[in-house]
């Protein structure tokens, strides 16, 4: 098993910068690729970021490309989340999640391990 815990959410203006983190324990942590989804509400959760390890390879949905940066340290087993030039359709709970695989379905269903989630809001 692998627990991950978010942290970093809160309120911030459009245009304004935050960074989220997500602290992992249990199981070798570079063994697994890792991935920032977020779910609005009434919408249905979606993919934001992913990065694999040891490669560092990323990849990112379009509407946050150019904008967000996924990091990892692998010695401190945490994954970040850079968010620069919100908007106020990022709003929403970002969760991190964890598998063996960097490729594949970027449904969240094909992710093993999730955290609890942080929440965004972007205000006007």
């Known amino acids: 098993q692998v627990q991950l815990v978010e942290s970093g959410g809160g309120l911030v203006q459009a245009g304004g910068s935050l960074r989220l983190s997500c602290a992992a324990s249990?199981?070798?942590?570079?063994?697994?690729?890792m991935a920032w989804f977020r779910q609005a509400p009434g919408k249905e959760r979606e993919f934001v970021a992913r990065?694999?390890?040891?490669?560092?390879?990323?990849g990112y949905a379009d509407s946050v490309k150019g904008r967000f940066t996924i990091s990892r340290d692998n010695a401190k087993n945490t994954v970040y989340l850079r968010m620069n030039s919100l908007k106020p359709e990022d709003t929403a709970v970002y969760y991190c999640a964890g598998r063996l695989s960097y490729y594949g379905s970027l449904e969240s269903g094909a992710f093993s391990y999730w955290g609890q989630g942080t929440q965004v809001t972007v205000t006007q």
């Open positions: 249990g199981r070798t942590f570079s063994n697994y690729a």
């Open positions: 990065i694999s390890s040891p490669s560092d390879t990323t």
